[in-house]
């Protein structure tokens, strides 16, 4: 670990520390009552901005937008200067759509917190419940109801999949309106759903028709990630290898990531965009989709693509990939033949 990283980790250490304490302790107060009908307006805090981590809360959206059916939510992501609050978000999925964004962005971290002060929000929710900045921002905004996605004991031993980073702050928000006098929700946790619509599903079958010149089926891999989420060019150049020769009938698309580089050298047809909603679109139009865990694999999930996540460093039980087709694969423990396997189980299914 660098001398930046070191401090970095350092800095959020402390910091977690100091606010891992806020909201622990404010206790709902069973002796109200919260009529869903009367929930206009809804702050959800998540200061991460990384494509991966939009995605992510895709779940937790639909559910509120189903509990509460008259609200428009703001959401607090952190952006590359200051944090940036979208009002009134109410499409799941354009959050990260690069063009045309319908939203107001505040320039400055004084604006943004006087915002949080200035307007009444009838409900506060964190999505991260190890994310400082969240708790504060949840603390400090003027909510009435104000949930900071802490995971009980409860939670823990009932669900058997709490740990991962899409499902626990549903399974937090559920537990804290029970205490309020809601009904238990047993409804199965939303998947993430960017919501394509019929013409960008039929933009991204063009566009991989024109890549390939054929009808045949599609494999997309990812061969990037950031760090030490990166596996080298050994291990994808002989994946692909396999993978060319156990399916001589499909096509093998590449995803390129915004740094246009390859760990297979190019060899394979490959697609280029800066527009995440068109490489979903891309995606969606492909059998299976393999990479590292990264923002582009949950943008995989996100289209309902079958999505194998390759897992080396981070903890796969809390950034799996997650729709009901798609799996993990620890790359530490299992051979580049076993995922080859792994990918010709899903493609014979579908």
Known sequence: MNFSKSINQFRRTITRELTNKIGSTNKIDQSSSLLPSNIKTILLSRPNGRVGNLLLITPLIQEITATFPNCTIDVLVKGSAAPILFKNYTNIGDIISLPGKPFKQLGTYLEVWYSLRKKKYDVAINVDYESSSGRLSTQFSKATYKFFGDVSEEIKSKYPDYEHIAKYPIYSLRHSLTQLGLPENNHPIPNLNLKLSAEE??????????????????????????????????????????????????????ILPKENVSKIDFKAPSFYSKDLREMGAVIANSVVFIGADSGIMHLASSVQTPTVGLFSVSKSNKYRPYNSKSVSFDTRNQSVTDCVTLVHSIVSTS
């Open 201 to 254: 599903l039929k933009s991204g079958n063009e566009i991989a028709q024109k890549l390939v010149g054929n009808d045949r089926k599609t494999i997309c891999v990812f061969t990037f990630a950031t760090g030490e989420k990166c596996l080298s060019e050994e291990w994808w150049n002989d994946f692909y290898a396999q993978l060319k020769a156990e399916f001589p009938t499909y096509n093998i698309v590449e």
